[in-house]
């Protein structure tokens, strides 16, 4: 029986805890039997990963980034899902089993990295929570330099706009008042006709 098949099923019958078991033993399989892949995949997404690593760190580095990267949990739901090919078929069914399957195995993955303080004790709880908090912190900081870029911008575009029209006051005086001082002082109602 293939892996959406087994997913879909315990699904159906309420077997939640037997999923997560499920995914997480497939999880471990691919770490240990697809490595490489999974370094190259985590570090196209900026996660720091590495080769010489012990698989054990890999795997938990792997969990770790499931909750905070939709982009990861994409990708490993389609490398556990690579074994499965067999659902394509003419009438579209397969193709609903397998969509299914895939959305079932996205939310297992989410829930097991968010679960995994629960399942791995305090230090990688404490670095998990200290790198989103440092991640938020990063965020905070690039939206006040953007909102200050903004509003500098603003301000200046707003300075530049009065200064031209002061410039163009100006100038519009001086002319009507070069205009006056060709007719020798203030016209008369009869020089202005």
């Not at 099923?9 to 997560?20: A, I, L, P, Q, S």
């Not at 698989?55 to 939709?70: C, P, R, T």
């Not at 004790?121 to 903004?150: C, L, P, S, V």
């Amino acid at each position: 029986m293939k892996l959406s098949e087994i997913i879909i099923r315990n699904e159906k019958e309420g077997k939640v805890k037997t999923n997560h078991l499920i995914v997480r033993a497939k999880l471990r399989e691919l770490v240990q039997s697809r490595s490489e892949e999974i370094v190259d995949l985590l570090t196209s997404l900026k996660i720091k990963a590495s080769i010489v690593a012990p698989k054990a760190v890999l795997y938990s580095s792997l969990i770790k980034h499931l909750a905070l990267s939709s982009e990861l949990r994409a990708a490993v739901t389609g490398m556990l899902m690579e074994d499965s090919s067999e659902y394509l078929n003419a009438n579209g069914q397969g193709m609903t089993i397998a969509g299914a399957a895939m959305q079932a195995i996205g939310g297992i993955l989410s829930g097991i990295g968010r679960n995994q303080s629960l399942s791995t004790g305090g230090t990688m709880d404490e670095a998990t929570r200290i790198q989103m908090e440092a991640e938020r912190q990063r965020q905070r900081e690039e939206e006040e330099r953007r909102r200050r870029t903004n509003l500098a911008i603003g301000i200046t575009v707003g300075v530049l706009i009065l200064i031209g029209i002061t410039i163009a006051i100006i100038y519009a005086n001086k002319n009507k008042q070069s205009e006056i001082a060709k007719f020798g002082g203030t016209p008369s109602v009869k020089e202005l006709n």
